[in-house]
């Protein structure tokens, strides 16, 4: 049970870092 909510935090924290980065690129744009 906690291997698996970590591995949700994870992924939820790669998505946000991923949009971030996208949004970051589309600003300089």
């Given at each position: 049970?906690?291997?698996?909510?970590?591995?949700v935090?994870?992924?939820?924290?790669?998505?946000?870092?991923?949009?971030?980065?996208?949004?970051?690129?589309?600003?300089?744009?």
């Amino acid at each position: 049970m906690l291997l698996l909510s970590t591995s949700v935090i994870v992924l939820a924290f790669e998505l946000h870092m991923l949009i971030s980065t996208c949004d970051l690129c589309l600003r300089v744009r």
